[in-house]
Structures are given as C-alpha cells and as structure tokens.
C-alpha cells in the first residue's frame, strides 16, 4: 500500500524556519516525482514545489521561491521542504504528493498533511 | 500566476449530472493535454479522480469523466450520488513559469 507520512508542522514564528519531512512506502520512490501542496484554513489548494526522481530538476511557486528548498533522500525514501523567512501567509496544511509515473502529470497519492502555523 | 478559474459551488439531484468547469489560458489547459482533477472531502486529503485530461485512474467510477474543449476543462458527474458531495479542484501542468497550477475549487452539494 502506497503511504505518505508528513510531519514536521508546528506553530512558529513570523520570519522564522522550518523544515517537514515526508516518509514514504510501498512504493519505489527513488524513481517517483514527488511534490508539495499547501492549503491555507477554509482555502484552496496550492501547488507548493516539486521535485524530480533524482534531485535534478526543482520547481517553486512564485510566492515561496527564494524562501523554500525541496530536497530527497533516497536511501532513506524521504522527501523534505525547508522553510525561512515564513510569514502568516504560509500558514497552511503542507501535503506531500507523490506524482505519477510515465509522462502524465498529476498527484496520484496524497499524505495526510502536517499543519504549519505563522504566528506571534 | 493565476488560479485556474471554477465555479464556486455546483448542485443537484440523486441520479443527475452536473459539469464543473475549469477555465484557464492556453499556457496551462489549453497549451497542455495534462488537466487532472481532484475530490476531497471535509478533513480529508484530497483525491485524485481524473489525469491526462479524461483518463481515471484504477479503483475511480466511471460515473466520472474528464473532457477539454480550448482553454476550458470540464469534469462532469453523471448519476449524482450523497457520496459525491465534496470540493473538487481541477490541475494543470503550465509553461508559465511554475509547474502546476490548481483551480479555485468547486463545492458540490447534493440535494
């Protein structure tokens, strides 16, 4: 069964870091695109970064370009997003998505979130 | 950046079918064959019930279906079931700049 685990979330303050993790299974996950999604409290989603199989290619939403840094472990089947600089809009609920295999495009298997909180 | 544009809520009966639209550009649905949607209900992560425009994935009813005409997607349920009351978001790849973008989101009640 393929599983994602995300956690890391927590209350932190305005311009401070952060750094989620993501730890996957049951599936082979050196050789899977994966992603982050966020979605603010009673908002809509929002495509965070993502991050190909091998580390080789990263790409970033234009409001967390600059502040944020994907990254993946394969030996340890682990994806992670290190946050600085965060303000009280990043407060959301941080998916990590994994993203299907071949040429389609698209989040095929979701975790079930870990909340980060920007706050004073 | 913009948000892909949806219809803030669409509604029906038991055993109707409604369409929910997704309006982009021609740098993302129109540009691009790779429109996915997705269901989530309250609490919980969200689902994917259609990639690559019209294709399901295993395990998805076929009482849902994707298609595309220019800048606009639509994902139509046909059949309407209680279980189907849920907010649903539409996805593109895009060439603007980013990678993905998603829609505004659709709430589905069922009445």
């Known amino acids: 069964e393929v599983q994602l685990l995300a956690s890391g979330g927590g209350l932190v303050q305005p311009g401070g870091s952060l750094r989620l993790s993501c730890a996957a299974s049951?599936?082979?996950?050196?050789?899977?695109?994966m992603s982050w999604v966020r979605q603010a409290p009673g908002k809509g989603l929002e495509w965070v970064s993502s991050?190909?199989?091998?580390?080789?290619?990263?790409y970033y939403a234009d409001s967390v370009r600059g502040r944020f840094t994907v990254s993946r472990d394969n030996s340890k089947n682990t994806l992670y997003l290190h946050m600085n600089s965060l303000s009280a809009e990043d407060t959301a609920l941080y998916y990590c998505?994994?993203?299907?295999?071949?040429?389609?495009?698209?989040?095929?298997?979701w975790g079930q979130g870990t909340l980060v909180t920007v706050s004073s | 950046q913009s948000a892909l544009t949806q219809p803030a809520s669409v509604s029906g009966s038991p055993g109707q079918s409604i369409t929910i639209s997704c309006a982009g550009t021609?740098?993302?649905?129109?540009?691009?064959?790779?429109v996915s949607w997705y269901q989530q209900h309250p609490g919980k992560a969200p689902k994917l019930m259609i990639y690559?425009?019209?294709n399901r994935p295993s395990g998805v009813s076929n009482r849902f279906s994707g298609s595309k005409s220019g800048n606009t997607a639509s994902l139509t349920i046909s059949g309407l079931q209680a279980e189907d009351e849920a907010d649903y978001y539409c996805?593109?790849?895009?060439?603007?700049?980013?990678?993905?973008?998603f829609g505004t989101g659709t709430k589905v009640t069922v009445l």
């Open positions: 991050i190909s199989s091998t580390s080789g290619n990263t």
């Open positions: 021609s740098s993302d649905v129109g540009g691009y064959n790779f």
């Open positions: 998505a994994k993203r299907l295999s071949g040429s389609s495009k698209g989040f095929d298997c």
């Open positions: 049951g599936f082979t996950f050196s050789s899977s695109g």
């Open positions: 996805s593109s790849y895009t060439s603007s700049g980013t990678f993905y973008v």
């Open positions: 690559d425009v019209s």
